[in-house]
């Protein structure tokens, strides 16, 4: 069954860098594209960015571009967010989610349990 | 930036009860529409994709209809397990998608 594991969320000052992970697990990584999403606390779902199937493209959503860096490790099943310049409105749940095709369709049909980013002195 | 209103914020419905969740676009998004079921401490589950079309594995009393601007997403007769918050999300703005503020649909 399609299985993602986020980790690497923590608490982390201001200005600092986090760097993200999904462990994708029962499905073929290399077909889909994937995505970033955050839920601040008591908030609404947020989309940060995406990558295709091949690592090739990449899109952000304007709150994080120029910060945030989406990966990909196919050899390692494994989906990256990097985070610099971290802010207090960072602070959020964030979850990968697997998209239904490989280029990024926006349509999100499995999701990982999430990871909690906290942003604060 | 599509912005999607979702009406109302809360529905307090007991179970057995129709459910009937809106969300509105600022614009067009033609059929690009997706629902979302999210409980406490838990992920968020898509439910319905492209207006109408169930995910794998959704029971047959979630449906969904609309087109353009305005979309619906029907709960036939609500199950105890059903009552969550639930989102909608445009993907007409590629890549820019955008997620609704959430309906919360509670045991009355």
């Known amino acids: 069954q399609v299985q993602l594991v986020e980790s690497g969320g923590g608490v982390v000052q201001p200005g600092r860098s986090l760097r993200l992970s999904c462990a994708a697990s029962?499905?073929?990584?290399?077909?889909?594209?994937m995505h970033w999403v955050r839920q601040a606390p008591g908030k609404g779902l947020e989309w940060l960015a995406l990558?295709?199937?091949?690592?090739?493209?990449?899109y952000y959503a304007d709150s994080v571009k120029g910060r945030f860096t989406i990966s990909r490790d196919t050899s390692k099943n494994t989906l990256y967010l990097q985070m610099d310049s971290l802010r207090a409105e960072d602070t959020a749940v964030y979850y990968c989610?697997?998209?239904?095709?490989?280029?990024?369709?926006?349509?999100?049909?499995?999701w990982g349990q999430g990871t909690l980013v906290t942003v604060s002195s | 930036e599509i912005v999607l209103t979702q009406s109302p914020a809360t529905l307090s419905l007991s179970p057995g009860e129709r459910a009937t969740l809106s969300c509105r676009a600022s614009?067009?998004?033609?059929?690009?529409l997706a629902w979302y079921q999210q409980k406490p401490g838990q992920a968020p589950r898509l439910l319905i994709y492209?207006?109408?079309n169930r995910a794998t594995g959704i029971p047959a009393r979630f449906s969904g209809s609309g087109s353009g601007t305005d979309f619906t997403l029907t709960i036939s007769s609500l199950e105890p397990e059903d009552f969550a918050v639930y989102y909608c999300?445009?993907?007409?703005?590629?890549?820019?998608?955008?997620f609704g503020p959430g309906t919360k649909v509670d045991i009355k």
């Open positions: 989610a697997r998209d239904l095709d490989a280029a990024g369709s926006g349509r999100f049909d499995y």
């Open positions: 029962g499905f073929t990584f290399s077909h889909f594209a």
């Open positions: 990558i295709s199937y091949d690592g090739v493209n990449k």
């Open positions: 614009q067009s998004v033609s059929s690009y």
């Open positions: 492209d207006t109408s």
């Open positions: 999300q445009q993907r007409s703005n590629w890549p820019l998608f955008t």
